[in-house]
């Protein structure tokens, strides 16, 4: 089973005069990541690096920002790996101090400073979402959202045509059970179909 974060948490080492900020906090896509990594680089404009991380949705990326390749942001990454981590985003800034630390310790510094944060992180299970399309009679709409909203599915859509189609997003776990309640209700008159390939 995969988790995420339920927030973002911090570290803050110094190793031979080089300042290492680090954090680990949820990201749910690159495009996320981005904008928080470009944050990052607006708050420490001194910074020698922003060295970053991401595992979300089953993709990965890392980014040495300049640091010798491999030494910073593929070590970040197997950190997350390793904790099992998914739609969550590392990031290290670096100050640094006049000291080279060598490929062995840069690498050993940009792990610390994303596993220290770790230490403070509260872990929550990742529930993947499935996304359902169907359509029912129109006799049937009200009856299908009440069971949509004691379901706690998303409701993502509904078109009025010749029937009522919804698009709804439910937990992975607990779509079956909802197909199935949903088929008793619709008493054999849902038809099924299929999200529009983009």
């Given at each position: 089973?995969?988790?995420?974060?339920?927030?973002?948490?911090?570290?803050?080492?110094?190793?031979?005069k080089?300042?290492?900020?680090?954090?680990?906090?949820?990201?749910?896509?690159?495009?996320?990541?981005?904008?928080?990594?470009?944050?990052?680089?607006?708050?420490?404009?001194?910074?020698?690096?922003?060295?970053?991380?991401?595992?979300?949705?089953?993709?990965s990326?890392?980014?040495?920002?300049?640091?010798?390749?491999?030494?910073?942001?593929?070590?970040?990454l197997?950190?997350?790996?390793?904790?099992?981590?998914?739609?969550?985003?590392?990031?290290?800034v670096r100050?640094?101090?006049?000291?080279?630390?060598?490929?062995?310790?840069?690498?050993?510094?940009?792990?610390?400073?994303?596993?220290q944060?770790?230490?403070?992180?509260?872990?929550?299970?990742?529930?993947?979402?499935?996304?359902?399309?169907?359509?029912?009679?129109?006799?049937?709409?009200?009856?299908?959202?009440?069971?949509?909203?004691?379901?706690?599915?998303?409701?993502?859509?509904?078109?009025?045509?010749?029937?009522?189609?919804?698009?709804?997003?439910?937990?992975?776990?607990?779509?079956?059970?909802?197909?199935?309640?949903?088929?008793?209700?619709?008493?054999?008159?849902?038809?099924?179909?299929?999200?529009?390939?983009?």
């Open positions: 089973m995969a988790f995420t974060l339920a927030q973002a948490v911090h570290s803050d080492l110094t190793i031979k080089s300042r290492f900020i680090g954090a680990v906090q949820p990201a749910g896509d690159r495009a996320a990541a981005l904008q928080l990594v470009a944050q990052l680089r607006a708050d420490h404009p001194a910074a020698t690096h922003v060295c970053w991380a991401l595992l979300a949705g089953g993709h990326a890392a980014n040495d920002d300049g640091e010798p390749g491999g030494t910073a942001g593929r070590p970040m197997e950190v997350l790996r390793r904790q099992e981590l998914d739609g969550v985003l590392a990031t290290v100050y640094y101090g006049g000291v080279k630390l060598g490929a062995g310790g840069l690498v050993r510094a940009y792990t610390d400073a994303v596993a944060a770790l230490l403070g992180a509260s872990k929550v299970p990742l529930e993947r979402m499935v996304e359902l399309v169907f359509d029912v009679p129109y006799a049937l709409e009200g009856s299908v959202r009440r069971e949509l909203q004691s379901s706690g599915a998303q409701l993502l859509g509904v078109a009025h045509g010749d029937t009522v189609q919804f698009a709804i997003s439910a937990k992975e776990g607990a779509a079956d059970a909802l197909r199935v309640r949903l088929g008793e209700i619709a008493h054999g008159l849902i038809r099924w179909g299929h999200l529009p390939v983009s």
